[in-house]
């Protein structure tokens, strides 16, 4: 069973930046994809941005590119999120994913092809 533990959430004021951070126990393949997702009140949780653990390839939603960047430490099996320029409507729960034998713009579009997920971290962005 993989876990997976996000850190880094925090409230933070339009403009700012964060960095989150997705701590996986340990991973039995390097087939994996790791994404993040998020979800806001009274919304459906969507795909922000996924990366290959083997590869480094990596998708991002329309609504974050050029904001936000996603990176991998296999070292360390952990996946980062680099958010800046961050705005109101980025608040959201922000939860890790992995998922095995799906490509990572496949995973980021349909959550239901996610295997494993952490717990969430909450992001506020308001004055």
């Known amino acids: 069973q993989l876990q997976l533990v996000e850190s880094g959430g925090d409230l933070v004021q339009p403009g700012g930046s964060l960095r989150l951070s997705c701590a996986a126990s340990t991973y039995t393949s390097d087939a994996y994809s790791i994404g993040w997702f998020r979800q806001a009140p009274g919304k459906e949780r969507e795909g922000v941005s996924c990366i290959s653990r083997s590869t480094g390839g990596y998708y991002y939603t329309d609504s974050v590119s050029g904001r936000f960047t996603i990176s991998r430490d296999n070292a360390k099996n952990t996946v980062y999120l680099q958010m800046n320029s961050l705005k109101p409507e980025d608040t959201a729960i922000y939860y890790c994913?992995?998922?095995?034998?799906?490509?990572?713009?496949?995973?980021?579009?349909?959550?239901?092809?996610?295997?494993?997920w952490g717990q969430g971290t909450q992001v506020t962005v308001s004055s």
């Open positions: 994913a992995a998922t095995l034998g799906a490509t990572v713009q496949s995973m980021c579009r349909m959550t239901s092809l996610v295997h494993y």
